[in-house]
């Protein structure tokens, strides 16, 4: 360690002299010499702007700057934004505009824009763009970001409370006081001052800090591993292999678990897990890692399913039988006659896409901090976690404890997209080195670590074949995947399924046939990514319409419609639609896009495209075997009655539940959404939820707080009943009123009957909990996988300009349609759509985890990996179709989700339609088009032949 | 971040800051924006343990025209640069250069000094100033030394600098009257993204006549390239698009791309067929007046 060097900042006004390692950066020192836990660390590389702070009036990245270097300079941060206890105006629009969702990228847009107004109060979008390029939002918020820098000065002087207003979303109508306003984002004024404390954020007395040690083949055995220059170092407490953790074999489904914490004799992919270190900081922890040796046996390694399916592949898993040629699971489904669909075909087309790795990227890393009490064999986990309830499960399992004895915490979590469903060996090794040292220990991936610890989008090779009679009605689908699967099977075996299972959702299909392969490759396991499994095969099959559409001369929407699913429908492969209002999604969309004017009319180089898709509003069974039902809340009534504590285990990822559901218990109350508390997501404070995955909360998280607040109503209702002497039944509660419905003057106080309640019997409480409707689905063999109490829909037109000479695309407007049931909070639906439109242009155009050809990753960061930025943001009009679900909560279904599979195909087709070329392989770069575009200049051009 | 066992120099003037690094020798790096070093040392890809900060080094941030000529100092940042009325004036096409590099915070950091002697391919300052004409300022233990920054530049992340050197100033000739210049870049997102390939192009016309004409490209090649070839092709002749699209097949051919994770070489020689004439398009407006 080098000699320390004594510096002094003036930080939010305030000197601080600090000695500091030269080597440290200013983020470094702010989050962990200072406590200033608002800027985040997202990159440390200077990609993501998470870090952003203003240094001399300059927005700066604190990561690239070493501490050193800032001496003397003064330092405004996230947590000196707001002045005297009042937020400034950029904050207060942020929230209230929905410009965040999960919050981690939002100290640094919110620096970032500070530092462009105090130079120029009224920037222009361009130079907004220009000013916030450096900002990635994972969420997708640039175009609220946009609107709140340009609102700003409306927000001024308003407070962040919840005025009680009529339903304001304005394509549905409703009778409801707080179900479909758009009430300040519970968890906004936290996430925009920096208070909120991610697990990365949190300071435990004690606490030390964990590493992990990946493999650097793609397969071998382990022949020997060296730790005694590690446990040498200076700082370094505990060093661990696979020999020191449980023997155990684990992962998300029990049918395989197929993970070791750290590996003992085998290594699958660059970056498996092989040793952990902890050290006294981060620092030497991460020196640490580093000096351990480890001798690998190499074995021959496959990168792809064709290649890890021939007969001459190296086993990857040759421990269990069942995986004998790498298969790791296979579906075989046939529902109908596809033969004799096809023989009534008028028309077919048949093609092979490719898809794409796609990575979560969101922009917290994955942070997890185990503790010991010292009380009893318990054990207090944080994680940064979408789903803490099957970390709970595995810890349990995995350590051989009752789930009791396990406090599981989920803090603020800074985007997931599945990226942070499962237990990984962050959780798993940080409870053995904690129980090791009898301290807490906290564990982090780097932005290199999560991308190779992946779990992202599978790659899947789709060979799909779709038959129509001339007027379009579908007559047959086939489609056969292989799924590239990675290492392990993580959720990959719900991916397999749904890869077929979603597409006779949105379609119409009498006979359809389904050949799923799931193969191991020596690369970084894929699992869940949001639209989970059906993006790849969505746009494959919303290509293939526009191509049968063409060769018909029929109208892309028309064909479409054409074949749209219905209201209450059995589809083909026994899943049960309720409400549907796909239909209205399409018409709109042709109606209200400007689809029948532009469709056609376009300068080459211009074109419009529709796709679409959707997605289920929960699973209809969990994970693992549990008679648990899938939701559960309870609310307390507080003394005065001026207040609720709502308490479930929900996983505010950004999506909005934390929102979502406080409105969805103020609406079923009677009372003012402001007079909602929301318990942190703690067992010891919250029953469980499965967690946020399959876009389940709103549906069932929903319906088990509106449970639990009737239950609670109840009894509010029956003291104010008797004090206003007439039944209970007859009484209507609404904003903290409680009256008779027939004579709105006969009314008495919500508060008030509530304190009486309490004086009387003691705490109001109400439980719920809901269950998917009991045996949804068929009985064939992976027939669980896609039901759910409701699906989703929807369509959405894109317009793009592609330049024809070098085959860049700009993706300029977005028009989308969707039927989620009823919207319960207008901003955080429209916020969802608008981010599940730009995380698909990412995927359809930017994004690929790339490999080389010893398995290593070429782009383990954001440099290489390009996500969208705020200029490549089109511009978007979202719309909520009227449409209401029986089994949702207020009639309200999903969004989170859905929103995503129609962008791949919209996208697509609307290039197709700008220049008439087909990438059959994502992502769609320039490159390809180049390629597609000479080939039809060789072929003829399609463009002279078809255009005027 | 950077390594652990690293001392921290702050030197105050230009001869002390030599003589810092003369004494380490390869263990020492001069700090600037610290935009590539933080990175690279992090990464392992450079390693060092005595880093020299210019940050106190007076004089090394002007930014003015002075003789003729636009001298920007070598620790001058891209937002600096970007926004200063000179280079507004002089050289536009520098400052679109310059936005079209990282984010706002790697602009409010990065110095031009340290996209020069980092020395990547792709690197965005260079090829303007090559094809302006610039000349750089070499100060080291052992002396100054000028010379013309299409010599600079010997390989990937390799300059003629010597250990001790320092790159103090870059100075363009101010651009004569009926001159244009333009620089063209393809990435493969709308912001924060390096070039896959990129042209720099200064032209100067007589009347209907082209006089003089520079051609640069960049990330197609080890280090920043100017295309004699086209210089020949183009002076002399009048200045329409049928001969910058014979510039464009040249200079597609005088690359030396390669194939990477952005692209093939093959992509890179088509970019620069329609970058070229896009940027001599420009750059002839220019000089005419016809555009900004
Ligand atoms: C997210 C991100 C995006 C980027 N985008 C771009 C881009 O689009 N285009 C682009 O060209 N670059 C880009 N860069 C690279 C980088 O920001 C630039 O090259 C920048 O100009 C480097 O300047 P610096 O002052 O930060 O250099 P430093 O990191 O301080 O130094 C770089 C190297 O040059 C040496 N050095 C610096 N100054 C001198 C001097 N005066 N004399 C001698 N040696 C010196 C240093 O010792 C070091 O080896 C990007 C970087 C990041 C992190
Ligand atoms: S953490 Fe600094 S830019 Fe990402
Ligand atoms: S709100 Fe921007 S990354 Fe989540």
């Known amino acids: 360690m080098s000699e320390q060097v004594l510096i002094t900042l003036t930080v939010n006004g305030q000197e601080r002299a600090v000695a500091v390692e030269p080597s440290a950066t200013l983020l470094r020192v702010l989050r962990d010499e200072l406590q200033l836990t608002g800027t985040k660390a997202g990159c440390e590389a200077g990609d993501c702007g998470s870090c952003t702070v203003i240094v001399d009036g300059e927005a700066v990245n604190s990561c690239l700057l070493l501490a050193v270097e800032a001496d003397g300079a003064a330092i405004t941060t996230i947590e000196g934004l707001a002045t005297g206890g009042e937020l400034h105006e950029l904050q207060k629009a942020f929230v209230k505009l929905g410009a965040l969702q999960c919050g981690y990228c939002t100290p640094g847009q919110l620096m970032a824009a500070k530092a462009l107004i105090d130079h120029n109060p009224q920037p222009s979008r361009a130079e907004i763009r220009q000013a916030l390029g450096g900002n990635l939002c994972r969420c997708g918020t640039y175009p609220r970001i946009i609107e709140a820098i340009e609102q700003r000065h409306t927000f001024a002087d308003e407070t962040l409370d919840t005025k009680p207003g009529p339903h304001d979303e304005r394509d549905q109508k409703r009778d409801h006081a707080v179900v479909g306003q758009s009430v300040t984002r519970y968890d906004g004024p936290d996430k925009v001052t920096g208070r909120s404390l991610y697990t990365a954020d949190i300071r435990l007395l004690d606490m030390v800090y964990g590493k992990i040690l990946g493999s650097t083949v793609a397969h071998g055995t382990i022949k020997r591993i060296d730790t005694s220059a590690a446990r040498a170092l200076p700082g370094v407490l505990a060093v661990i292999t696979g020999e020191d953790v449980p023997d155990i074999w684990y992962g998300v489904s029990p049918a395989r678990y197929d993970e070791r914490i750290l590996a003992t004799e085998r290594v699958r992919y660059v970056g498996d897990e092989v040793a952990a270190v902890a050290a006294i900081d981060e620092e030497t922890a991460e020196q640490a890692v580093a000096l351990i040796e480890v001798q690998y046996e190499e074995l021959p390694a496959v990168f792809d399913p064709e290649s890890a399916m021939a007969p001459e592949a190296e086993l990857i898993h040759p421990e269990d039988p069942r995986f004998a040629g790498n298969i790791n699971t296979r579906v075989e489904w046939d529902f109908g006659d596809v033969e004799q669909g096809f023989a009534a075909a008028d028309c077919i087309r048949e093609q092979r896409f490719v898809g794409n790795r796609t990575y979560q990227s969101p922009i917290e890393p994955h942070a997890a901090i185990a503790r010991w009490e010292h009380h009893g064999e318990r054990l207090t986990v944080w994680s940064s976690s979408q789903a803490p309830h099957y970390k709970q499960h595995m810890l349990a399992r995995v350590f051989e404890l009752p789930m009791g004895n396990i406090r599981m915490i989920r803090p603020p979590v800074g985007g997931g997209f599945g990226a942070k469903c499962e237990t990984t060996p962050l959780e798993l090794c940080a409870v053995v080195l904690a129980r090791q040292l009898g301290r807490p220990v906290m564990m982090k991936y780097s932005r290199r670590e999560m991308v190779y610890h992946f779990r992202g989008r599978h790659k899947q090779y789709i060979d799909m074949k779709i038959g129509v009679k001339k007027d379009g009605t579908i007559t047959a689908v086939q489609s056969r995947i292989l799924l590239d699967g990675g290492a392990y099977t993580s959720f990959g075996i719900i991916t397999v399924y749904y890869a077929g299972s979603m597409l006779p959702t949105l379609y119409k299909i009498p006979n359809y046939k389904y050949d799923g392969y799931r193969v191991y490759t020596n690369l970084p396991a894929s699992g869940a990514m949001r639209g989970h499994g059906v993006p790849q095969p969505r746009w494959a099959m919303e290509s293939l319409l526009d191509d049968l559409a063409e060769e018909l001369g029929l109208d892309p929407i028309e064909i479409r419609l054409r074949n749209a699913m219905e209201p209450n429908t059995r589809t083909i492969n026994d899943l049960d639609i309720s409400s549907c209002e796909f239909k209205k999604t399409l018409e709109r969309a042709r109606d209200e896009s400007g689809w029948l004017e532009k469709r056609g009319q376009l300068p080459p180089g211009k074109g419009i495209g529709v796709g679409c898709g959707g997605f289920v509003s929960g699973a209809g069974y969990p994970i693992y075997r549990s008679d648990f039902p899938h939701s559960n809340a309870l609310i307390r009534v507080h003394e005065d009655g001026k207040a609720v504590s709502l308490h479930i285990a929900t996983a505010e990822i950004g999506q909005g539940c934390d929102t979502v559901l406080p409105q969805i218990a103020a609406e079923e109350l009677g009372i003012p959404y402001d007079w909602v508390w929301l318990a942190e997501c703690d067992s010891v404070l919250a029953p469980t939820d499965l967690g946020s995955y399959a876009s389940r909360v709103t549906l069932m998280g929903g319906n088990a707080v509106k449970m639990a607040a009737a239950a609670a109503k109840v009894q509010i209702l029956k003291v104010a009943g008797r004090q206003l002497g007439c039944d209970p039944h007859g009484l209507t509660a609404r904003d903290g009123r409680i009256f008779v419905a027939e004579h709105p003057e006969l009314a008495i106080g919500w508060d008030e009957a509530a304190r009486l309640a309490f004086s009387e019997s003691g705490p109001v409480v109400g439980t719920g909990c809901y269950r998917p409707p009991p045996g949804l689905g068929g009985k064939y063999k992976g027939a669980a996988v896609g039901t759910s109490p409701a699906y989703s829909f929807a369509t959405s037109v894109c317009e793009v300009a592609v330049d024809l000479e070098t085959g860049a695309v700009k993706v300029e407007r977005f028009s989308d349609f969707s039927d989620a049931g009823t919207v319960i909070n207008p901003v955080t639906f429209h916020g969802q759509v608008e981010g599940g439109i730009i995380m698909g242009l990412g995927e359809t155009l930017l994004e690929d985890t790339v490999h080389d050809d010893t398995g290593a990753l070429v782009n383990p960061d954001l440099h290489g990996y390009l996500i969208p930025t705020i200029s490549d943001a089109p511009e978007i009009e979202s719309h909520a179709v009227e449409s209401y679900e029986p089994h949702g909560p207020f009639g309200a279904k999903e969004i989170g989700e859905g929103c995503l599979p129609p962008i791949l195909g919209a996208i697509a087709n609307a290039i197709y339609d700008a220049c008439g070329v087909r990438v059959t392989e994502l992502p769609i770069t320039p490159e390809k088009i180049l390629r597609g575009l000479a080939t039809q200049r060789q072929a003829g051009s399609k463009l002279s032949d078809d255009r005027p | ?292």
Do not use: W
């Open chain 2, 1 to 292: 971040m950077a390594c652990r066992n690293t001392t921290y120099h702050r030197p105050q003037s230009i001869a002390e800051a030599c003589q810092i690094a003369g004494e380490y020798g390869i263990r020492g790096r001069f700090l600037a924006g610290g935009t590539e070093l933080l990175i690279d040392l992090d990464s392992g890809r450079d390693r060092a343990d005595q880093l020299i900060s210019l940050r106190d080094v007076p004089d090394l941030c002007e930014i003015r025209i002075e003789a003729g000529e636009l001298r920007i100092g070598a620790l001058a940042t891209l937002s600096a640069i970007a926004t200063a009325p000179d280079v507004v004036r002089a050289l536009p096409a520098l400052r679109e250069a310059i936005l079209t590099m990282g984010g706002q915070q790697i602009r409010n950091r990065a110095t031009i000094g340290g996209n020069f002697c980092r020395a990547v391919p792709c690197a965005d300052t260079p090829p303007l100033c090559i094809a302006a004409g610039a000349r750089l300022e070499i100060v080291g233990a052992t002396g100054a030394r000028t010379l013309p920054a299409a010599d600079f530049f010997v390989g990937p992340r390799q300059t003629v600098l010597d250990r001790s050197e320092i790159l103090t100033e870059i100075r363009i000739p101010v651009p004569p009257a009926h001159s244009g210049a333009s620089y063209q870049r393809f990435s493969l997102r709308h912001g924060m993204a390096v070039a896959v390939a990129a042209v720099a192009a200064v032209l100067q016309l007589d009347g209907d006549e082209i006089t003089s004409a520079r051609v640069v490209l960049s990330a197609v090649a080890p280090v920043p390239l100017l295309v004699g070839e086209c210089t020949d092709l183009l002076v002399g002749r009048k200045p329409v698009p049928d001969l910058f699209a014979e510039a464009g097949t040249i200079a597609a051919a005088a690359a030396q791309p390669i194939t990477d994770l952005r692209g093939s070489a093959e992509f890179r020689r088509e970019l620069l067929a329609v970058l070229t004439p896009r940027a001599l398009n420009e750059a002839a407006a220019r000089a005419k007046g016809e555009a900004a």
